[in-house]
């Protein structure tokens, strides 16, 4: 059992090095239109922290976080977004419904591999991923102005609820995509999902209280990637947003799987 | 290998009234009519045969065809595939089949196709050594030396349907599902392309599943037709039964060396086209021989041809009768 | 003057065989009027997507007011209490679908793939056609989101216990707003042209959008800037697509800013007709010498 869940991980690494690879090919034979997408991407980033700017330039702390925690949050949003983005949502969740209505599914429908993962992941979108390492410099220069430097075991659990906040909006983001197949005549209902994470993963996590607090905390848990991840970083694991964390990525992912397998029991494949 | 049994397939489509009440009106309560594209068919299909699909544009091929490979769910009857239930999509099960899209691609655009085989083989497990090996043959088989490394946007379109056809042929696939695979190319591609897939049958005993609307590609390539029309099974036999049971007449066609008379073109006491210097008769089958014997009497022959009836024209009288 | 505006409006010209239209008689008009009808049409079918568009900007919005609400702490900034910038947000919403425009998508895929060469050959100028073609779509817009927005007015105004609106400030809103989806039109159609040279126009559009979002006032009243910057956005044409119909619609603005503002649009109208106009003239020669 182990070894053939072994033997899939490693294959389908395999895969996805090649489609790295293909992605990078394909950028590099139309490089000024891949300058021009980096470009956009630093002016997006470089517009969201204008907004913050002007907040905090007006407010000076966002419910109890001040300018460098907040430096710090904005920071792992950044590369939150950017990797969502770049991984996930520009050539490949955004395509999907027009693949459902042309029946280019057809062809990843017939492969060997979990229709997903080409779905999702098969086409990665490299400016976004360059605009990723610009939240690293943000999030140096707030630990510096801190005067705080995470140790190892902050840094692995802030990577740990990361990775399973990733996997968290990674299936938020999936789960309204497969939208299209019940709703197919628009294309941007399933961008409600990656709207509700852009919007607010960015938030200090204690800006939710009541109703709002159980909807983002369990019922869209989008705080754990940036805000929880950028508490953990700061001040260390708690254990209880830790477990949280990789529990729901557990649940969220097989919730995508078994609506996935609802979903395209509706596909009709268009055309001849 | 391919059981079907009483398989349907219906859609649920939304229908929209034109003008500005009628749209207003659909925002609030839309109208749905259900469109049955598969009625009740069942056949089976042995390894290594060659079948034909044949129907009208809307018949149902297509949609048999995506049941067959798992990409739709039936909404009543059975399928098997090779052991398997292909709605079920299973590995293994895919590993062994493929199909070819006339009107959709899977090489990636961008690149060169060698790029996409790369994919595949990665894809379907495929080992180096094997690939390189496959890589090779299939080149050798379609041509493929000069155009495997140059950017698959670029190819014309016989060109990239000979890539589209190895990239479906790497992993050695037990039955090839073909999709109306000639569709736009021109007449020397089309014929190649039917050389191709009749030597690789012949080869590795695939099981051949085809549908076209150029009765050329069924004529040359399907051992069976099965016609398809308004979603239901009409026909499922040989060519040969096909034209025995549909084919009425049999066309003679006399090219002259002089102009008849009156009198003796009365005298053949048969229907005719004529326009000089080609007189052409239709005749029953069971008559040529006959009619031939009594028409080289009557006339100065320079050259004579009998065919059977354009595979064209048959599937033509069988659609519109059932419609 | 026929001839200037003739000029001006970007029609086709002699060359291709049509007589040079004059949009302003009242027969030549009805021709834009059923392309607005038959875009209005259209957009019913494609109703699904305005759906989830709206509710796509309505997560975003309710995120902006989530922070506000955090941020206020029963302080006033520039003018703005905490429910003026909430009413401010929600209404924004409304402005956003009144001034939108698709002129970029629409046009200068039309230049890229030659399909303009249908556009040439009717009679009718390319730039009447486009805003008929935006009206169309805005007033379907309306019509979705006005009920809405009507209870929306009574329940602020309720809670709100004074008059957030007014006839005076509903008008000037109307009228401004209309002048923005002009403005809006107005630079998407020359950033269209640019189709004319370039392949990436799509990139100058989601530059315009990142600005206009931010320095127009969607994402924050533009009262919130430093001074120095907004004596800068102050002039720019940007404003008139969010900030200002928003802000005489709140009555943070009154008749007494009206001059300035209505000469400050009329100038930027006139400025980009004629960018369009020069654009154009250069931009359809190299498009005919393609034999597109």
């Not at chain 3, 109703?47 to 919005?61: A, P, S, T």
């Not at chain 3, 602020?156 to 216990?161: P, S």
Request: charged share 15%.
């Amino acid at each position: 059992m182990l070894h053939s869940v072994t033997n899939t991980i490693k294959r389908y690494f395999k895969i996805y090095l090649i489609l790295i690879k293909y992605s990078i090919l394909r950028d590099l034979t139309y490089w000024q239109n891949f300058i021009i997408c980096v470009v956009i991407e630093i002016l997006y980033q470089a517009a969201f922290l204008t907004f913050f700017g002007v907040i905090i330039l007006q407010t000076g702390n966002i419910a109890g976080w001040g300018v460098n925690e907040l430096i710090v949050l904005l920071g792992i949003d950044t590369i939150t977004s950017e990797l969502l983005t770049g991984l996930i949502i520009v050539n490949n969740s955004r395509e999907l419904p027009a693949k459902i209505w042309s029946g280019e599914l057809d062809h990843v429908l017939l492969r060997p591999i979990h229709p997903l993962f080409n779905l999702m992941l098969g086409r990665p979108y490299f400016p976004s991923i360059i605009g990723a390492l610009t939240g690293f410099i943000i999030i140096a220069i707030g630990l510096i102005r801190l005067n705080y430097f995470p140790g190892i075991m902050s840094i692995i659990g802030a990577a740990t609820v990361f990775s399973s906040g990733f996997l968290i909006v990674f299936s938020i983001v999936t789960i309204f995509s497969l939208l299209t197949f019940f709703f197919n005549d628009t294309s941007t209902l399933p961008r409600i999902g990656e709207r509700l994470v852009y919007s607010f993963s960015s938030r200090p996590h204690s800006i939710f209280s009541g109703f709002l607090k159980t909807i983002f905390f369990f019922i869209l848990p989008i705080v754990y990637v940036s805000s929880i991840t950028s508490e953990t970083l700061r001040t260390g694991i708690e254990f209880q947003y830790l477990i949280s964390a990789v529990i729901l990525a557990i649940i969220f992912l097989f919730i995508t799987q078994l609506f996935w397998k609802v979903a395209i029991k509706r596909y009709t494949s268009a055309g001849g | 290998m391919i059981t079907v049994k009483n398989l349907t397939k219906q859609f649920k489509t939304t229908s929209k009234s034109a003008g500005l009440i009628a749209g207003l009106r659909n925002i609030w309560k839309p109208e749905y009519q259900t469109v049955t594209a598969v009625q009740d068919i069942s056949f089976q299909i042995n390894q290594g045969e060659m079948i034909g699909f044949i129907g009208p544009n809307g018949a149902g091929k297509t949609t048999t065809l995506k049941m067959l490979c798992g990409i739709l769910y039936p909404t009543s009857g059975s399928v098997d595939v090779l052991g398997y239930k292909p709605s079920d999509r299973k590995n293994e099960f895919l590993k062994q089949i493929s199909m070819v899209m006339g009107q959709k691609n899977q090489l990636i655009q961008d690149l060169p196709p060698i790029d996409s085989f790369e994919l595949n083989r990665e894809t379907y497990g495929i080992s180096k050594s094997e690939f390189k090996e496959t890589v090779k043959e299939l080149s050798d088989v379609f041509g493929l030396k000069t155009i495997l490394t140059r950017q698959t946007r670029r190819l014309s379109l016989g060109e990239r349907m000979k890539c589209e056809m190895a990239a479906a042929l790497l992993h050695k696939p037990k039955i090839l599902f073909l999709d109306e695979p000639t569709i736009g190319l021109d007449i020397i591609t089309q014929k190649k392309l039917r050389q191709y897939i009749k030597t690789y049958n012949e080869r590795y005993h695939t099981t051949i599943i085809l549908t076209s609307h150029y009765m050329d590609d069924v004529k040359e390539i399907a051992d069976r037709i099965i016609i398809i029309n308004h979603g239901s099974l009409i026909f499922d036999n040989t060519l040969t039964a096909l034209i025995k049971k549909y084919a009425t007449f049999k066309t003679l066609k006399l090219i002259l060396n002089q102009v008849p008379t009156e009198k003796t073109l009365r005298k053949l006491g048969l229907k005719y086209e004529f326009k000089y210097p080609e007189i052409t008769l239709q005749v029953s089958p069971s008559k040529i021989a006959a009619v031939t014997a009594h028409v080289l009497k009557l006339l100065d022959v320079d050259d004579i041809d009998i065919a059977e009836t354009d595979l064209t024209e048959i599937a033509t009288k069988i659609f519109e009768s059932a419609h | 003057m026929q001839k200037l505006f003739t000029n001006l409006l970007g029609c086709p010209f002699d060359k291709v065989g049509t007589s040079a239209i004059i949009p302003h008689t009242p027969i030549s008009m009805i021709k834009y009027w059923a392309v607005l009808k038959i875009n209005f049409l259209s957009a019913f079918a494609k109703k699904g997507d305005f759906i989830g568009q709206v509710l796509i900007n309505f997560i975003q919005i309710s995120s902006f007011i989530l922070i506000w609400k955090y941020s206020f702490n029963n302080r006033t900034f520039q003018g703005y209490t905490l429910q003026d910038t909430i009413v401010y947000y929600v209404f924004v919403l409304f402005i956003t679908y009144a001034t939108l425009t698709t002129t970029v998508d629409y046009l200068s895929k039309s230049i890229k793939n030659g399909s303009l060469s249908e556009w040439l050959i009717k009679p009718r100028a390319i730039l009447f056609t486009e805003i008929a073609r935006s009206l169309g779509e805005m007033f379907f817009r309306m019509i979705q989101l006005l009920p809405i927005y009507l209870i929306i007015a009574i329940i602020t105004t309720i809670i709100a216990q004074t008059a957030i609106f007014s006839f005076q400030s509903v008008l000037f809103a109307l009228i401004f707003a209309l002048i923005g989806l002009f403005i809006n039109i107005l630079l998407e159609y020359c950033l269209s042209l640019l189709a004319f040279w370039m392949d990436e126009v799509w990139s100058l559009k989601h530059f315009k959008d990142i600005f206009a979002d931010l320095f127009g006032g969607k994402r924050i009243p533009l009262a919130f800037f430093p001074p120095v910057a907004l004596s800068v956005l102050n002039i720019l044409p940007l404003r008139f697509i969010f900030s200002v119909p928003l802000e005489y619609l709140l009555q943070k603005k009154s008749t007494a800013n009206l001059s300035f503002d209505l000469t400050l649009a009329f100038i930027w109208l006139i400025t980009l007709l004629i960018i369009a106009n020069i654009l154009f003239k250069k931009g359809i020669r190299k498009y005919a010498a393609f034999g597109n």
